[in-house]
T-cell receptor, first 116, second 113 residues
Framework: DQQVKQNSPSLSVQEGRISILNCDYT??????FLWYKKYPAEGPTFLIS?????DKNEDGRFTVFLNKSAKHLSLHIVPSQPGDSAVYFC???????????????FGEGTQLTVNP | ETGVTQTPRHLVMGMTNKKSLKCEQH?????MYWYKQSAKKPLELMFV???????ENNSVPSRFSPECPNSSHLFLHLHTLQPEDSALYLC????????????FGPGTRLTVL
């Protein structure tokens, strides 16, 4: 039972245009969501996050939108740059014991390719 | 060294070998994690250590044995692995609070022959 799903394994966009990566979740206990970016031969790096009390969070070229009723979130990158080409993972977390660390459930990832 | 480091970066082992993966974090975190990433699959959480105590073990086979001697170091001991255990093994660390971002190492690419 996969609780976080990224249904598009790949996405290709032109440089300068908008990239939209999507993520769906099923567990209504999730209340914090993150996006990670991964280049080949490197570990995932944290990109941006959003709490369930918000519906939008923006950081430079990156904006994450959360639609709680649809259990859907998306990452917008605008303008897209060739250096953004990477695998993007969506992750979700639910509140647990304060001392037990964060618990992240990941999606399968979407390979974004930005063409010059 | 900064961030989260992992050694070795690549490992090839036979099914009868015993090897260990090492992770070290330089971020002052007090929770550490092992993940497995197989091709076309999401990252799978294997083990969580918080405040040096194992707090989660996601039904991982006993041929994987974690060790966390202190808050900066994490090991994954491997013995009698199977070819299907070939994957990228990622270490991560975070603070022990809810919603803390996890910081990942570069991973160890493991191949079991």
């Amino acid at each position: 039972d996969q609780q976080v799903k990224q249904n598009s394994p790949s996405l290709s966009v032109q440089e300068g245009r908008i990239s939209i990566l999507n993520c769906d979740y099923t567990n209504s206990m999730f209340d914090y969501f993150l996006w990670y970016k991964k280049y080949p031969a490197e570990g995932p790096t944290f990109l941006i996050s959003i709490s369930s009390i918000k519906d939008k969070n923006e950081d430079g070229r990156f904006t994450v939108f959360l639609n709680k009723s649809a259990k859907h979130l998306s990452l917008h990158i605008v303008p897209s740059q060739p250096g953004d080409s990477a695998v993007y993972f969506c992750a979700a977390s639910a509140r647990g014991r304060e001392t037990s660390g964060s618990r992240l459930t990941f999606g399968e990832g979407t390979q974004l390719t930005v063409n010059p | 060294e900064t961030g989260v480091t992992q050694t070795p970066r690549h490992l090839v082992m036979g099914m009868t070998n015993k090897k260990s993966l090492k992770c070290e974090q330089h971020l002052g975190h007090n929770a550490m994690y092992w993940y497995k990433q197989s091709a076309k699959k999401p990252l799978e959480l294997m083990f969580v250590y918080s405040l040096e105590e194992r707090v989660e073990n996601n039904s991982v086979p006993s041929r994987f044995s974690p060790e966390c001697p202190n808050s900066s170091h994490l090991f994954l001991h491997l013995h009698t692995l199977q070819p299907e255990d070939s994957a990228l093994y990622l270490c991560a660390s975070s603070f022990t609070r809810n919603y803390g971002e996890q910081f990942f190492g570069p991973g160890t690419r493991l191949t079991v022959l």
